[in-house]
């Protein structure tokens, strides 16, 4: 009785388990599709973001080579991967879970749909549905530009958004814009996601800590967060607005994948005296040997004698 009990248990506990580890997406976030068809053109963009960004953890598709992680990371071409809709992939590429990062802020809404299309490449069964919005130039018909400038006395970085519509040029009203800046690995977001005013403008509180390049240059990148309606609409320019900061090469200062003049000391030194060690004992090996061997020519002759 108290094996079925303990068996029970165990049953319990590992459909808990499980359950923890079940992602759930929501419905409406399931049932997303891409704005545009898949081809070889879209997969190649979206296998060049994957070896980038993703083939880290996941492995080489069809390889089975995923990184050992709990929970472990599927392979795009695993029945567990591509069991998921495109909406629920979108989703998790985008909100990420622990140990998954986010890639909302690293990938556009396009990239992240490339991807999504260099995975589905995998499945013989896969058959693609496009959303039916036509979108891409949005509602009002406008062809949608951003213009990023400095306001030194307010500390602030002003995006204009202008679209251009039967040749006449107009501000884009009420649509939400994101600022980021460029960092090592991925993009930072800078303040909060602006909605233009009537004129299409959108003020970003700039940091006044920031670090830049040697000259406090910062890489900047406005994106337009309605993609659907205006595509990958984004601007990417640099400005002198952030701390000069001086960031040595790697193989300036000493460090232990630098050239041996660069060696730490420290690694220098153990090497050397390891080194002199390892002699050390042999040659005191050796002189034993002697010793032992002296000994034994030395009793042979008291034995003769």
């Not at 953890?57 to 599927?74: A, E, S, T």
Request: glycine fraction near 6%; charge should be positive.
């Amino acid at each position: 009785m108290n094996k079925r009990y303990l068996l029970l248990l165990l049953v319990v506990l590992a459909s808990a388990h499980l359950s923890a580890q079940e992602w759930v997406v929501p419905a409406e976030n399931g049932a997303k599709l891409s704005p545009f068809a898949f081809n070889d053109s879209t997969r190649k963009a979206g296998a060049e973001l994957y070896i980038l960004n993703c083939k880290s953890c996941h492995g080489d598709p069809g390889k089975n080579n995923v990184i050992n992680l709990v929970p472990p990371p599927p392979d795009p071409a695993s029945v567990r991967m591509q069991n998921n809709s495109d909406g629920a992939l979108q989703f998790k590429i985008v909100q990420g879970r622990a140990p998954m990062p986010s890639f909302k802020n690293i990938l556009s809404s396009t990239d992240i749909w490339r991807v999504i299309s260099y995975v589905r490449s995998f499945s013989d069964k896969y058959v693609q549905e496009i959303e039916k919005k036509s979108g891409r130039t949005g509602a009002a018909g406008l062809n949608a530009r951003i213009l990023l400038t400095w306001l030194k006395e307010k500390n602030q970085v002003q995006a204009v958004i202008m679209g251009m519509k039967d040749k006449i040029t107009q501000p884009v009203a009420g649509t939400e814009v994101k600022l980021f800046a460029k960092r090592y690995f991925g993009n930072l977001l800078i303040d909060e996601a602006r909605n233009t005013d009537a004129q299409g403008k959108a003020l970003f509180n700039f940091p006044k800590d920031l670090p830049g390049d040697s000259a406090g240059y910062v890489q900047l990148i406005a994106k337009l967060s309605d993609e659907t309606a205006f595509g990958e609409t984004k601007a990417d320019t640099t400005l002198a607005i952030g701390v000069p900061t001086y960031r040595p090469p790697l193989n300036e200062q000493r460090a232990m994948w630098n050239v041996v003049q660069k060696t730490p000391i420290w690694l220098l030194l153990s090497y050397t005296f390891t080194v002199l060690a390892v002699w050390g004992f042999i040659f005191y090996v050796l002189l034993q040997i002697r010793a032992i061997y002296k000994a034994g020519v030395k009793k042979d002759q008291e034995t003769a004698d």
